[in-house]
């Protein structure tokens, strides 16, 4: 089952999300291994970041063995303060790839 993580970085800024997603994945237009679904953008008071990956034990092993260990030792010009994270296993995944979007 698909399992679903939203993460709000309270005054959290485009370009340390820049930043911090060119540390944590393989590629400007690629996902770690297992994410699905990957989405970001402003929100009040600060940035959200949502994904998805194909399992839960897929999203521990990222979590565990890359995202916080850099977010920990800290990453040039990414986020100062660790999210604030909801997480979901989700009942429904239907994800459209809609013209000009990747």
Same mark, same amino acid.
């Given at each position: 089952m698909?399992? +679903?993580?939203? &993460?709000?970085? @309270? +005054?959290g !800024?485009?370009?340390q999300?820049e930043?911090s997603?060119?540390a ?7 996902? @770690?291994?297992g994410?699905?679904f990957? =989405? =970001? +953008? @402003?929100?009040p008071? %600060?940035?959200t970041?949502?994904?998805? &990956? #194909? *399992?839960?034990?897929s999203w521990e *092993? ?7 260990p850099?977010?920990h030792? +800290?990453i $040039?010009?990414?986020f !100062? *303060?660790p @999210?604030e994270?909801?997480v979901? #296993?989700t009942? $429904?995944?239907?994800q459209?790839?809609?013209? %000009?979007y990747?």
């Open positions: 698909a399992y +679903g993580i939203v &993460h709000f970085f @309270p +005054g !800024t485009k370009e999300y930043a997603v060119a944590v994945h393989p590629g400007k237009d690629s996902l @770690p291994k994410q699905i990957h =989405a =970001a +953008g @402003p929100s008071g %600060g940035w970041v949502v994904a998805v &990956h #194909e *399992t839960k034990a *092993t990222f979590r565990d063995t890359i995202l916080m850099l977010l030792q +800290g $040039k010009g990414g !100062t *303060t @999210p994270e909801t979901f #296993e009942a $429904k995944f239907v459209l790839t809609p013209a %000009g990747r």
